[in-house]
């Protein structure tokens, strides 16, 4: 059975860095997307970034240069460094999966994980 699980969240102090992972099971992640979704209370779902099966990356305009999203396929997790982190980017951030291996809009991801909590607060 395919599931996705994150993990990583926690609480940070504005400027803070985390990096989230998102863990593989029940399939091999090399011919899938993968993207990084953010939702916070209160608001729509956000794509923040997304992983191709061939590597290619996009961002956000609102995180470009301050997060990296990579892929280690021999560890069927991809994750996401996130530096310079800002309150208003408290959410619960979802990782969600494509097996078109290309990245889809938020809505068309065929898989979800749980999600894991980011704060950040001072």
């Known amino acids: 059975q395919l599931q996705l699980v994150e993990s990583g969240g926690g609480l940070v102090q504005p400027g803070g860095s985390l990096r989230l992972s998102c863990a593989a099971s029940?399939?091999?992640?090399?011919?899938?997307?993968i993207g990084w979704i953010r939702q916070a209370p209160g608001k729509e779902r956000e794509g923040v970034s997304c992983i191709t099966s061939d590597g290619s990356t996009y961002y956000s305009d609102s995180v470009k240069g301050r997060f990296t999203i990579s892929r280690d396929n021999a560890k069927n997790t991809v994750y996401l460094q996130m530096n310079s982190l800002k309150p208003e980017e408290t959410a619960v951030y979802y990782c969600?999966?494509?097996?078109?291996?290309?990245?889809?809009?938020?809505?068309?991801?065929?898989?979800w994980g749980q999600g894991t909590q980011v704060t950040v607060s001072s």
């Open positions: 029940g399939f091999t992640l090399d011919y899938y997307a």
């Open positions: 969600a999966a494509s097996n078109t291996g290309y990245c889809p809009v938020t809505a068309d991801f065929s898989s």
